[in-house]
């Protein structure tokens, strides 16, 4: 199949490291083709950023419409994942859901590790949306400034370990997320370091992806993930966003 | 003070529904200026609709930027609301939040009084994002398509008044909300043929924009509505909504 | 509109700090009037206070029933606010569901400051009995005795500041509510010391008083906070508190 | 021991009910003293009632203090019973308590039988006090006017067993409490009526009173029931309500 | 790998069903292994029918112990999951775990269908111990007696797919999940023949199998599933359940 | 009557400490039988052993069938206690859960002692299936290795009151459980130490026994406690456990 991977932030730093884990896991017969957004900022850390993130994806689904059999939303917070859900005809995917519903079968209680203080709100709220709040240890984070999105992992790496301990014996989580696409990969490098299993949003979304796409579930007619009903519209780009909306 | 009501739909009809009701509750000193959303549909449903109507209502806030003193999301299920409040250093006001956050001081339980099925999914979710949902008595709805959602009043006032009524006798709401902004001013309209009080979305949020604005608030400079860290941004018109992020 | 502002503690010096703060805030049309306690204990701080404090209430609100259009109780806690909103036919306000009602407009978690440690049981409930908790960041509390509730705020001012900024950096607050009325009006003063905007009960219960009175809701007939009906009573004097349940 | 029941309303005959009741479980060594409100309504059904009742009920244990060994109130709803439990040195106990920690260890979820549709709210927002909302199958309740408290056993009998079936067969209960003192004793005779164990607000708190006694806890100096920080207080009879927060 | 697949029932019947469904999903390198519990009852549809099915589930994985790379729990309600993932050293997937995740990852609410009356209480509370609750949209079931666990598809297919039609139109369901290890395989049927997408327990395992084992995540030295401490133990034979204790 | 208290752990030690406190509080006509798994763990700490108790706990439970008129499972934790009370026509109590419901009549929040960090997320969870998530203060727990459990009073008597104290000051309890039947007994020790009341669960738990027994309640043909449904079995010997499926 052809998984469509979405960074909705402008950094193609961050979709190099994106692409690299996903292929690492992929299944052979499953075409990876990586995009990045044309708008936005170069990393997505709240409600309007992600805003900025949701519809920069939703403006490259609706201009690739028809060349994909599954959509992955590649950033942490999921930003656009529900809202494309509704309008896509493919299963659509993303790091924070697909490495909830990954981490909930290997652990009661999740620990999410996370990039920087600003960027738990967001997260704590999507982790809520999901209904999972209740399964959640706790988020922990870095607390110094970025230098660069693409090089979070060579720059704060012991003490993204460090973090990740500390949630294990002062939070009791049983499974750990390491949150955000720029940390794509890491849990992989680290997992030796630490007691519980770690858990990485891009090589779970890609698993999940391939699954949703192994079943093969109808598209919904009813429900809230139906396509929304047919109205009039303006300015939303035929070639692109408004595609979604066509029947 | 100046509020700019921005109704995130395109439809003009709404804007006139959502002017009058504010002209009719807004102190002598509020002057309210109206917007309509330059692209999206004819009225929000669902969640990618309401994706459109909040990047339309960024669009608009920024490019309006320095010449209001609060800002009012004008669509039930507020889209943009939390996204805006982090980027604006004025008030902004919601419909669902306020209508909530007014009927919660009316009753213990409220109901909400939709316009259409498809519609309740996103308003419950709304009203779960508030932390509220243990106070909803529950959603009731039209189940008819819609003609036009400047008539939706017209069309349907009878079943909009038996729905209240069975979301009392029914649900056991202590309180209802007559929910969407087609439904604007209605509430003023019916309150005579019901048992208990019914808030409506505009005239409270009015009343909300003008209390926060009163109480003067400062602007955050920590927490999760401080303005987002400055980073690198990319396609964000100056002139519009890229106007947010600067500093 | 007439306001009547009810203290349910017993001590002036309270009513008139907040007799201050609600001049500060209120409308040119709102006239203020106070009542204190006739019976009870200088400040309330846990349930049986509060169980003196709401009957001190009702029966004030019972001796000057058809003199005020509004009615707030004045006490964070809000003793007697739920049971009053079932007799009165005028709106009736609380510091605490006001605050919260505000707050809730500026920032999704809320932190509340508190007087005393014995205080924050009582206040964690009344939380909760509104249903928002899921939005409490969390109650940091002065820890020393007090000298007299009328001179709080100066003597252990920095101490407040100082749990405040704890409120934001350590419990993740949005926003903060300086609770107990003998914080009254404090909130003006610190808010340049803050990084989050500071509410306070008192003000944010005049406006929502006057929003409510603005909208005028019918009285309800039906749901919860109808009048009680009608049956046998015995012992509750007709010029007080008996009269709430006359018809 | 002493066992002092407090039936907060002032209904003689609700009183013998529940006296009644009481002597069938009690054990032989514990000694019951009835009492009943000097102050109040004919039966409580709403919040504001229940400030009266529980007004009520602590003027009796302030005037009886010292002349019992533990208390129960004795309505369904428990007015006052917090708030006593903060200032007695014995075991205070209430029915809906009492009946639910009962009624918990006999099935997971938990239907209750109500006497009119106003009192149950006030009885869902008790649940919800305990914690217990969770297990609630739901609330069923009579839908007429009640003639006299006395004798809504006699009067509804019929009707309050086909509410029992329905809470078993549409809400899924595993396990009924009968509510209200005026339906004392009545679980007992319905019992063989039905498929699932019937409990009775007054023997189930007869029997957690005689244990609670036997338990002999301590009385906390610590926690939010520990007696309430000594202040000045005004117009509390020492002789009544005031002895309660003497020390 | 090899994935051992253990039905916790004693119903040969139903274990033919699961694996052709298991083979149907299943990667051609999965080898797919079956096992039928030795002691237990016909179906599963009680707690304490649940311990008897974990407790022979558990026997099964420690005879064929080091001869899987995955084990699969096959019931419904997934009795002994949690158990097992403690103390085996490779994934361990539910039914209910694997569907709830999945169907997560289609639709915001999820209900779910089942084959008797009785069955609902125990997966009610499976999908709370997962903490998916406030996912749930409803459980619906079947009504009358079940002639035969192995038939059940053939005996009641019809009313199934009318149930699972009101929990879409009645219960607000946006995907639905056909459960029960005796409707293995059913969704595929009946999906052309309803308007939501539908999940199957069995297939939906047998991914999720695959998934974990592809992450490789480590085995677990700390938190909740790390293998339980060593201790004295009795009576459990070294060939059977008592090997996964031993270290 | 007669009660059968069974010790889900293979060490006697611990049934003798059992025995004791049990001794202490019955009535003079509860005659207390004793017994001890046959097979199991020397003391319960994780979910799979809790599984392995349940089940020993049922094979006594049927062994024994007709001889005893209540049944306590004596572990905290409860293992199989839910279970049993499915299959058993006699009232069935646990330590947790009687303590659970014996101290929320004491105090709002409360906190839990426990005898090792890993024994805390299996509480946790017992405590959450119940319900009473809202009101747990928290879980303070020892964190050194076990020698024996029978002398983990003497052994860690000084650290469990410290632990004990911290739950009072620091995470607000106003009550405590003395968590684990290894403590059996010591809450009457320590109670003098402690500044708020403390819950005993085996204690608690024969008080609760002989309530439910002096109340009747008829055994349920209805809602998810009745007997399970009649089917097939195999494997379950007539004389032990297959006896509580037999009619």
């Known amino acids: ?18 692409e690299a884990e996903a ?3 992929a ?20 409600r309007f950023e992600a805003l900025l993130g949701a519809y920069a994806a939703a403006t490259i689904a609706g201009e690739r419409y028809g060349r ?8 942490f917070g999921d930003p656009g994942l529900l809202e494309l859900r509704e309008v896509l005809d493919v299963p659509v995917v993303g790091m924070t859901e697909a490495a909830l519903m990954t981490a909930g079968q290997m652990g009661q209680r999740i620990g999410i ?11 704590r709220e999507c982790v809520d949306r999901y209904g999972m709040l209740g399964r959640l240890a706790g988020i922990r984070h870095l607390d110094r400034p970025l230098r660069d999105p693409s090089t979070v992992q060579q720059d ?16 009791g989580a049983d499974v750990l997320i390491l949150a955000g696409a720029p940390l794509a990969g ?38 809230s993930f139906a396509k929304p009903p047919a109205k009039p519209r303006v300015g939303l780009p035929e070639s692109g966003i408004g ?5």
């Open 27 to 46: 299944h052979a017969d499953t075409h990876i083709e990586m995009a990045t957004a044309a708008s936005g900022v170069a990393y997505i850390e709240t």
């Open 156 to 171: 704060h790496g012991a003490r993204l370990v460090e973090l990740s301990r500390e949630a294990v014996e002062q939070d």
């Open 1 to 18: 199949m052809n998984l469509l991977i979405v960074n909705p932030n402008i950094t193609p730093g961050v979709t190099t490291l994106i």
């Open 23 to 25: 292929c690492r896991v």
């Open 68 to 75: 994909y059999d599954a959509l992955m939303v590649a950033a």
């Open 243 to 247: 595609r979604l909306l066509a029947r």
């Open 186 to 223: 890491l849990a992989r490098g680290v997992a030796g370091e630490l007691s519980v299993p770690v858990v990485d949003g891009v090589s779970s979304a890609v698993c999940q992806a391939e699954t949703l796409a192994r079943l093969k579930p109808i598209q919904p007619t009813a429900g």
């Open 113 to 123: 590790i996370a990039i920087s203080r600003r960027i738990t709100a967001w997260y």
